[in-house]
């Protein structure tokens, strides 16, 4: 395939996660590419070092603003987005911040979707303010919500779809209508569905952020976050958010594994998919449990939109236990199999209970408020055989319907 995949759209997703802009014949014919461990890159001339510069010659710099290994995976990621480029972070956050510290100054306004990662959710609810930059939350399920919040000085509209962790879906093709009219930037953070699911460019938004610390890389081994947009754009963020206001650089090597992750994205979004809706399913039917939130579900409020927008409904789910956050406490120390922790998209299955770890950045009356109840409990089903997750959650349910608890709320 080698050079043939750098030019041509037409090869499909899982062929171009696994082939795109990398040619082995460029580097000895080594199957994966080389890690480049330099921190620096000689230039040819001192002419040329001053066109690096200029902007005048793309050639490589200094790892803050660009590696040749780290360079194969942001352009991949960008043809996988639909995007024209893309930039590599440490961090989910280090790729959220690189974007709003290049886009926002005092007196401007971002608007957010009222449910959102508890850190982006506590940049902009107690620090954006201390840099003269307003944010504020409206409810994002309904574009017509924004077209009334919407002003001269929204510079940028944000949102996660679906949230976390409530699993809330925003209409990003009827919401990018609304910011073109307005000439504000639309931002869509798109970790929880990766472009296999979703591709928010497409639908009209400006600029798709990603913590690939999550599914893209997919194996809980690296941290990492993504940008992917216009060159325009990436250049902007590239040169002022990273560059010179963040420095969330990316490491050769964690952009390596990313790689490495990406080339099985869609077979394990599909089994990430196909778990999550039977877990669900069987979870909706459960005498513990309250509620169950998750898009796939025909009951689910949203379920039309999601059909619409995502090409399967991924591989999280949210429920409440009867009993609240107590329930939910004695559940998770019941688990045998399912691990507790925070981050998702692993190949181990994971719940977390948002209140107190996650999104303990929202006061409780902001959760209320936001959307979220303290009972809520995230799931990010693993790659596990299903037999075994769902046997270990009902387990672990039925030994807390013995101790009685749900049944005390
Ligand atoms: C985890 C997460 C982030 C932050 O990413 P890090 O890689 O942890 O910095 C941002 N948005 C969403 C939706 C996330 O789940």
């Given at each position: 395939m080698g050079k043939s995949?750098?030019?041509?759209?037409?090869?499909g997703f899982s062929t171009r996660a696994i082939?795109?802009?990398?040619?082995p014949q460029d580097y000895h014919g080594a199957l994966n590419p080389p890690v480049?461990?330099?921190?620096t890159f000689a230039f040819p001339s001192a002419e040329q070092g001053g066109q690096r510069f200029a902007g005048e010659d793309r050639g490589f710099i200094y790892h803050r603003v660009g590696n040749p290994g780290v360079d194969i995976v942001e352009r991949r990621l960008a043809h996988l987005e639909g995007g024209e480029a893309g930039l590599l972070t440490s961090s989910g956050m280090g790729a959220i911040t690189a974007v709003l510290w290049t886009m926002l100054g005092q007196g401007d306004e971002i608007i957010a979707d009222k449910t959102l990662y508890g850190c982006t959710f506590s940049l902009l609810r107690h620090h954006a303010e201390r840099f003269g930059i307003k944010a504020r939350f409206v409810d994002?399920?309904?574009p017509a919500k924004l077209a009334e919040a919407i002003?001269?000085?929204?510079?940028i509209v944000y949102c996660e779809?679906?949230?976390?962790?409530?699993m809330r879906i925003c209409d990003i093709a009827g919401l990018s209508d609304v910011c073109t009219a307005h000439g504000a930037t639309f931002v869509v953070d798109n970790t929880y569905c990766t472009p296999y699911l979703q591709r928010p460019l497409e639908l009209g938004a400006d600029i798709v952020v990603h913590s690939?610390?999550?599914?893209?890389?997919?194996?809980?081994?690296l941290l990492a976050g993504a940008v992917v947009a216009s060159r325009e754009i990436i250049d902007k963020v590239r040169f002022v958010?990273?560059?010179?206001?963040?420095?969330a650089v990316i490491s050769s090597f964690d952009a390596y594994l990313l790689m490495r992750g990406m080339k099985t994205l869609s077979l394990r979004m599909d089994r990430h998919s196909q778990s999550a809706s039977r877990l669900a399913r069987v979870l909706a039917g459960?005498?513990?449990?309250e509620a169950v939130y998750y898009?796939?579900?025909?009951?689910?409020?949203?379920h039309d939109l999601a059909k619409r927008q995502m090409a399967a409904f991924g591989g999280m789910v949210a429920l409440e236990l009867k009993g609240g956050f107590e329930s939910g406490r004695r559940f998770m120390d019941a688990l045998k199999l399912v691990t507790t922790a925070v981050?998702?998209?692993?190949?181990e299955t994971l719940v977390q209970h948002?209140?107190?770890?996650?999104?303990?950045?929202?006061a409780p009356e902001e959760r209320a408020r936001h959307g979220f109840t303290d009972g809520l409990i995230r799931i990010s089903v693993g790659l596990e055989d299903y037999a075994d997750i769902e046997a270990d959650i009902l387990e672990a349910l039925e030994r807390l319907n013995r101790s009685g608890l749900s049944a005390s709320a």
């Open positions: 995949t750098n030019d041509a759209r037409t090869f082939h795109d802009g990398y040619d480049f461990l330099s921190s994002m399920t309904d002003g001269p000085s929204t510079k779809t679906p949230a976390n962790p409530n690939a610390t999550k599914y893209l890389s997919g194996h809980g081994d958010g990273v560059k010179e206001m963040n420095g459960h005498d513990t449990v898009p796939g579900l025909e009951d689910f409020p949203q981050s998702l998209g692993d190949a948002p209140a107190s770890m996650t999104h303990s950045t929202y």
